[in-house]
């Protein structure tokens, strides 16, 4: 990867070069403009902030361009980023995980300009009285050169340190993360939003009242987002990713929330704010297990309105089916018919889609706010609006209000930009520096405040804001809701809090939704244990997806690995034998062969070419499953502790049963289906070649489009193709028909990702058959017809065993190909749902490009590798004795 991706660029530019003039022959040269790149997360195009403006222009050569890699779908966009890292051709300024980007050495430290944990700002090393380093992994006041550091917030200062250096500041003054209501539906559902739910019972209570029985439409929407689901987490009290610490004079392991500061030993006082910490995912704890509890029964618990009050009762799945209940010492009866499954909506549409119901008949959905106005361009009303924080548990518990940014970082490529002297290169990462800390500034975000200010909008603006910009005459205007919110929140009443920031949050929130959050939220997630796969999930959290595996674990299995590697590259190494002798056995005939040097020069470019793009990288990654490979930077030599990790994880057993679960449903449907397809055309009396023109026309189509097509096919809303013609059948019948959730239900997902590509191959592979099907003699079938065979007895009997060479090439090369095939799979569910359809070719490129391990994925197609190359040996075998010959046309 180090090697041919510069490789590759270097020859790119010099084919560009020579087509390229920025300067006419003889003119004076004129200054090389700088340019800066910046991700899209900073959008360059959009109105640039005064002091931006300003320092351009003192800077009139510097440029700040937009930086945009190669898009790669889904969870691997920041494969992009990583990749461009690696061939030096990265952006300047760049937001991703901050944890995962320093581990592989993407991003380049802020020491030189903020300063670093356990060095005062003078230079020399901060000690403590008796003259060991004091250090506490964060830098402090007396430690911090920029005197900007100690105005950002302390979370986000947090947030942003690694092992007691900065490496990001945060994008000015950032959003909040609440639940938006509208004042319009609140009120017509007569809920007070000046008097916010308490706990999680009176918020299930405003969620029922907001349904509306008339239209049978839910007022309160869920979307299955991690980020939206992370705030519900604190409202129990405890944190998706907690730290333990060892009291240095007890001994005691003391586990603290992620974003806790007061880190004291609850018991004897004890500080342990410098005492070993330990972090781990904690997603399967009762606490964080009860969030999603919540989830589950806002989806699924049944409910029906009091007859005579109109007030919601809560019902079990047993009274809810025999309509009636007791409450309070009043048994209410009800018609069934008229019970309710759920209090929520759940909003996998377009974002834009959502605000267009949000104050009609949407009352409540969780979303990010920097103020009222953040939607008005869209059409949202901000006089409507409203925010109101998550609702604690418990009234013992806090409500919560979570704040969300995003984190820029300076590259590593700046390092070698900018000149060739150190001066010059310097006095680029110092341009670069100055610019970040503009883009990041909140004067920028302050300017667009002053203007809505101006624009007689301050109502609709954040109290903080106000007051901070010395606005404080408009509070009057501001909802007193809205006031007394941010006054919690400045008292410590509301919790504010982060994202988690500890380990590989971005990449673990990724799972996190797809295996948890949406399987409770899907149509099929009624009966889904929930509890088990938090525990699995917390499992995998701790062993690679967001904390590494411990080293001592792997150590204690390294002898057993190196058995069971020896006696694996034992059984490979006979099949390569046996390949190469039956290779060496063969004596194929010379005559007519060239003997000179002439063949070989015309191959040679072929050979060079196939060597460099396929053998080299292919060698290069024997050797990568053996190193712990790092983008940038040293990739230290492991052994065998990839592998040890994959036999150690129980989902390496998982995706194999899962592959082969796959390989065998592409056999049954996909290879035997144009079988089929071609006897029966062999069989059509009239309009052959119409019927053969129908089936092949979806080869005509890309493998894209029919896979996209498939998926808006099955989509699990009424509104999906497959389930609106089932409707519309199941209406003829007058019978009811629940919409199928045909690509988050195990039960059908495995058939749903095949079924494309067998409509779209089957018409091609009848065609071939039909080709071989030419070759039958027509003698055979006449005298199968004279001993009284019929049509099953000559298939049986006279045409398969003519064609079976070609079935047998055919089914060989379609089960290596359908191991290492996962296009549809990739584009329908990613894996899902949960883990149903990650089969082992899934699994690599997650592991290579969502999680950046290449290591890891290298190993496991290692092992898919070592698993075919049986089947390789038995495809030789059967080419070796297959007898070609030429079908005869009609």
């Given amino acids: 990867m180090k090697a041919i991706v510069p490789l590759f660029l270097f020859l790119a530019t010099a084919l560009v070069a020579p087509l390229r003039a920025d300067t006419a022959p003889g003119a004076p040269a004129a200054a090389e403009p700088i340019r800066i790149t910046i991700t899209s997360r900073y959008n360059t195009q959009n109105r640039q902030p005064y002091n931006l403006r300003e320092f351009f222009k003192r800077h009139p050569l510097v440029r700040l361009e937009q930086w945009d890699g190669i898009r790669m779908p889904a969870e691997g966009s920041r494969a992009s980023l990583a990749m461009a890292m690696a061939a030096n051709i990265g952006p300047d300024i760049f937001e991703t995980d901050i944890r995962q980007a320093v581990e592989q050495g993407l991003a380049y430290p802020l020491t030189e300009w903020i300063g670093e944990d356990g060095v005062l700002k003078n230079g020399q090393p901060k000690l403590k009285a008796d003259g060991t380093p004091d250090r506490n992994g964060q830098v402090d006041e007396d430690e911090a050169k920029w005197d900007g550091w100690m105005k950002i917030k302390p979370l986000y200062r947090q947030v942003v340190t690694v092992d007691g250096k900065v490496y990001s500041l945060p994008n000015r003054s950032g959003t909040y993360v609440g639940i938006l209501y509208s004042y319009r539906v609140l009120r ?8 916010p739910p308490r706990d999680y019972d009176e918020f299930i209570t405003w ?39 060892v009291s240095p004079t007890t001994g005691k392991t003391y586990t603290f929330n992620e974003q806790e500061t007061r880190l004291v030993a609850p018991d004897t006082g004890e500080d342990l704010a410098g005492a070993p910490v330990s972090w781990r995912c904690n997603v399967a704890s009762p606490e964080c297990s009860a ?14 309105r009091h007859p005579e009050s109109g007030e919601p009762i809560e019902l079990t799945p047993e009274q809810a089916s025999a309509g009636q209940a007791e409450v309070a010492g009043e048994v209410v009866t009800f018609d069934p018919a008229d019970v309710v499954e759920g209090c929520i909506d759940v909003s996998t549409e377009r974002l834009l889609d959502v605000f267009r119901r949000l104050g009609r008949e949407l009352g409540m959905y969780p979303l990010w ?8 361009n869209i059409g949202v009303q901000p006089s409507d609006l409203g925010m109101m924080p998550f609702p604690p548990m418990t009234r013992e518990q806090r409500p919560v209000l979570q704040a969300s940014n995003s984190f820029f970082m300076i590259g590593k490529d700046v390092l070698a930009r900018g000149g060739d002297s150190d001066e010059e290169r310097k006095a680029y990462r110092n341009l670069v520096w100055e610019i970040m800390t503009i883009v990041c500034s909140v004067e920028g975000n302050d300017e667009a405040i002053r203007r809505k200010v101006a624009a007689g909008q301050a109502r609709f603006l954040n109290p903080r804001d106000l007051r901070r910009l010395n606005f404080d005459d408009y509070l009057r205007e501001s909802p007193k809701e809205y006031l007394a919110m941010w006054d919690k929140i400045d008292s410590g009443e509301i919790l504010e809090v982060v994202e988690p920031f ?24 009624r009966h889904f244990d929930f509890q088990t796969a938090l525990v699995n999930l917390e499992r995998d959290a701790n062993t690679g997806i967001m904390f590494e595996r411990p080293q001592e674990e792997l150590d204690k299995h390294r002898p057993k690995a190196r058995i069971i590697v020896a006696v694996a590259a034992f059984i490979m190494g006979c099949f390569l034998l046996l390949i190469i002798r039956d290779q060496l056995r063969k004596t194929p005939s010379t005559v007519g062969v060239v003997r000179t040097v002439f063949p070989w020069l015309m191959l040679a470019p072929a050979i060079l070419s196939i060597a460099l793009w396929r053998y080299y990288p292919l060698a290069q990654g024997m050797v990568m499953a ?3 490979y790092k983008i940038v930077g040293h990739s230290p030599f492991v052994g065998l502790s990839n592998f040890i990790s994959i036999m150690l994880d129980p989902n390496f057993y998982h995706y194999i049963v899962t592959t082969f679960k796959f390989v065998l449903w592409n056999l049954v449907l996909a290879f035997f289906t144009p079988i089929l397809l071609a006897l029966l055309l062999t069989e059509v009396p009239r309009l052959k070649v119409f019927f053969r023109t129908m089936f092949f026309l979806p080869q005509m189509t890309s493998g894209l489009v029919v896979t996209l097509m ?7 809303r009424a509104e999906g193709t497959i389930n609106r013609a089932l409707n519309a059948l199941c209406g003829l019948f007058g019978s009811s028909f629940a919409p199928v959730d045909w690509l988050g239900d195990p039960s059908t997902v495995m058939a749903c990702v095949i079924l494309p590509g067998v409509w779209a191959s089957a018409g091609i592979g009848s065609l071939i058959y039909l080709a071989a099907l030419k070759s039958v003699p027509d003698e055979l079938y006449e005298a199968a017809a004279l001993d009284g065979a019929g049509l099953i007895s000559k298939i049986r009997h006279v045409t398969i065993p003519t064609i079976l060479p070609l079935v047998i090439i055919n089914f ?8 290492q095939s996962m296009g549809s799979i990739f584009l329908l569910t990613f894996g899902g749902p949960g883990k149903e359809t990650m089969v082992m070719s899934m699994a690599i490129w997650q592991e290579a490009y969502v999680n950046l391990r290449f290591s890891l994925a290298t190993s496991y197609a290692w092992i898919l590798g070592s698993i075919l190359i049986g089947f390789t040996f038995l495809q030789l075998r059967v080419l070796r004795r297959v007898d070609f010959r030429r079908a005869q046309s009609e």
């Fill in 502 to 525: 500890m380990g590989k949050w971005l990449q673990f929130r990724d799972f996190y939704q797809r295996e948890v959050i949406d399987l409770v939220l899907r149509p099929s997630g």
């Fill in 207 to 245: 969620a029922r009242k907001l349904y509306d029985h008339e239209a049978r439409t839910f007022g309160f929407a869920l979307t299955p987002q991690s980020w939206a689901f992370a705030p519900w987490v604190a409202t129990t009290g405890s944190s998706i990713v907690v730290q333990d610490r």
């Fill in 812 to 819: 060989v090369g379609a089960f290596i190909g359908t191991f």
């Fill in 710 to 716: 498939w998926k808006d096919m099955f989509a699990s």
């Fill in 291 to 304: 969030a999603v509890a919540f989830y589950h029964r806002l989806r699924w618990q049944p409910w029906v």
């Fill in 369 to 376: 706010a920097g103020d009222m106005t953040d939607f008005e």
């Fill in 626 to 628: 053996f190193l712990d």
């Fill in 188 to 195: 017509r559902a007569g809920l007070d939003p000046a008097q």
